[in-house]
């Protein structure tokens, strides 16, 4: 799901929502995502945090 997002800045969720439903849920709460409705679909992305924390799981990764 990071992937994803990270590569496209935001995604649609149709067909996939009730298998991602409950996993953004938890990515919204903790305010790493977010979404705004266009027509029938909720289009999400990365927040600025977790734009920051994915950076920073990055650098981790870089330096191991």
């Known amino acids: ?3 994803l997002i990270r590569r496209q800045r935001q995604m649609c969720i149709r067909d996939r929502y009730s298998l991602l439903s409950y996993h953004l ?3 919204k709460e ?3 995502v977010d979404y705004k409705k266009q027509g029938k679909f909720l289009m999400y992305h990365l ?3 977790g734009k920051r924390i994915l950076d920073i ?3 981790i ?3 191991l």
Request: proline share 0%; aromatic share 0%; net charge positive.
């Open 30 to 32: 903790a305010k790493l």
């Open 61 to 63: 990764k870089e330096s």
């Open 57 to 59: 799981i990055a650098e």
């Open 47 to 49: 927040t600025e945090l």
């Open 25 to 27: 849920k938890q990515l």
């Open 1 to 3: 799901l990071h992937r």
